[in-house]
């Protein structure tokens, strides 16, 4: 697998620190209100990356932060009158709806900054030890970006450069030893929310909080760092800063960032008001059409909102859509013994074609006519296409390409007289591919109590024999049903999301 790495501006083979697994952070929203689509397109991007290296057999931690802790969420909850927790409390829950409704799945740990502060007064410690952080009069800490020799290596920038433009703008009287130092700890002011230090009251800066999370839950060295392009800098700059400075290893291996979304050829934000929440869509369009559109163009392309673009999306879903409920319903009619069109498609039918069709995939096709082993080998030569495409950089637009293509050859070729051999597999395939992406081709029925109190039997007795793989596995299927578990220590509780 091929990924783009900004770090060395190439494509480059992608190759694990552990074989079979990836550490992989994305950063995450500032939650002082609902998301835009714009803050959506590297959660549905990241998401379809972690789906695909599911798909090839890895194992993938996926970390993503909530900046919980931030100037724009005190000022909104001085406005209301309320604590800060209170806000990113419930812009936090909102957000976990938005990315449940654009099935974008929840990472295996979403960590708060307000609960990593003693990582940070711990790192933020060890810099200053290392002469690599100092502080000023009034107890705030700043990194030294001096004394990392390396600064500059991911936005491809050049510190004299940078300073020789800045040097202007440095504030008279301003204790920084250098312009481009940056804050890692800051005093509190009047009414905001403060923590002991060493050094001063107060609270740290943003960089320092993805520094800490990801060393935290993915260790000193990551396979993938990504994020929107805007954080190229200075946040991902200063992030390898403190990180390798305090760590003395090298903090990701591969830097991916998306490009933005547009409007109007503009970038979308909430400060230059040009925006649409996730919530603002899904009062038009299912949000599997958002999803869609993201996916429509490779993430490291500029992509314009537009009405036309959003209903070509919606059509072209519905042609994927139709197509998969056709073959359901060829199914369900073959099972059944009924012929054709007429029939309605029947969920257990269906189901009871699946089973045997899987079957008599496993037998070899050779319950398929010789006519449909030769669509299958093309409907194989499609897959190839698909995986080709998501291996070079995750080119989602080439492999939804792919996906069209199979849907074509899946419309010409399966019909009412076509065994259920090959109209399962079929199926199954364009499912499968489908579900990479995260479009959601069959609504799935919900679980019944007991099915769910099965799958947890099954998860807990996988972990007793450390099969960690099938654990995850399980507990994943859970949460794409909407069964969230908590391992407490009276045992596994579960709720529906
Ligand atoms: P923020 O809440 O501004 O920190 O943004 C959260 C994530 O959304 C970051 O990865 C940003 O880079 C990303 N982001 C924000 N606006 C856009 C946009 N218009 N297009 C693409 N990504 C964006
Ligand atoms: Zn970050």
Redesign the pocket.
């Known amino acids: 697998m091929k990924i783009y790495n900004t770090l060395t501006k190439r494509k480059e083979e992608f190759v694990p620190l552990e074989k079979g697994k990836v550490r992989m952070y994305?950063?995450?929203?500032?939650v002082y209100n609902l998301?835009?689509i714009?803050?959506a397109?590297?959660m549905i991007v990241f998401d379809t990356v972690r789906r695909y290296f599911e798909y090839r057999g890895y194992e993938v931690n996926y970390v993503s932060n909530f900046?919980d802790v931030d100037d724009k969420i005190i000022k909104k909850a001085i406005e209301e009158g309320v604590e800060a927790s209170v806000i990113s409390e419930r812009y936090i829950a909102e957000c976990k709806k938005d990315m449940e409704a654009m099935n974008v799945r929840p990472a295996t740990t979403h960590p708060l900054a307000t609960e990593e502060i003693c990582g940070m007064l711990d790192m933020i410690g060890t810099l200053i030890e290392k002469g690599h952080a100092y502080t000023v009069s009034d107890g705030t800490v700043y990194f030294r970006t001096r004394s990392f020799r390396d600064y500059g290596k991911l936005s491809h920038k050049n510190l004299d450069d940078l300073q020789a433009g800045h040097r202007a703008i440095q504030v008279t009287g301003d204790e920084k030893e250098d312009a481009y130092d940056f804050v890692l700890w800051k005093p509190k002011k009047e009414g905001e929310p403060y923590w002991e230090s060493p050094w001063c009251e107060g609270r740290p800066g943003w960089h320092i909080e993805c520094s800490v999370m990801a060393k935290k839950y993915l260790g000193e060295q990551i396979d993938i760092h990504a994020?929107?392009?805007?954080?190229i800098f200075p946040h991902h700059e200063n992030e390898i800063a403190q990180s390798e400075a305090a760590n003395g290893k090298e903090f990701a291996r591969y830097w991916m960032h998306?490009?933005?979304?547009?409007i109007d050829n503009r970038?979308?934000?909430?400060s230059a008001g040009n925006?649409f929440t996730v919530r603002d869509i899904a009062g038009k369009y299912d949000l599997q059409v958002l999803r869609f559109f993201m996916l429509s163009a490779h993430y490291r392309s500029p992509l314009n909102f537009s009405a036309e673009l959003m209903e070509a999306a919606k059509n072209g879903l519905e042609r994927i859509v139709t197509g998969v409920n056709r073959l359901t319903e060829l199914q369900a009619a073959g099972s059944a013994g009924k012929t054709g069109a007429d029939a309605a498609p029947d969920r257990e039918a269906a189901d009871r074609a699946t089973k045997a069709g899987e079957r008599a995939a496993a037998d070899g096709l050779t319950s398929m006519t010789e006519e449909e082993q030769a669509s299958w080998q093309a409907a194989q030569a499609l897959k190839a296409k698909y995986e080709a495409a998501m291996d070079d950089d995750f080119n989602t637009a080439d492999a939804i390409a792919a996906v069209f293509e199979l849907v074509k050859l899946a419309n010409t070729t399966a019909k009412e007289d076509s065994t259920p051999a090959y109209v399962t597999a079929l199926k199954e395939e364009l499912c499968r591919l489908c579900d990479i992406l995260g479009l959601i081709t069959e609504k799935k029925e919900e679980l019944l109590d007991a099915e769910i109190e099965e799958m947890i039997a099954k998860r807990q007795q996988a972990r007793k024999e450390r099969n960690f793989a099938l654990a995850d596995r399980i507990r994943t299927e859970l949460a794409d049903r909407g069964i969230l578990l908590e391992d407490t220590r009276e045992g596994v509780k579960w709720k529906r999301a």
């Open positions: 994305v950063c995450g929203p500032t998301i835009h714009g803050n397109r590297p900046t994020g929107g392009e805007d954080l998306n490009a933005f979304l547009n970038k979308m934000s909430k925006f």
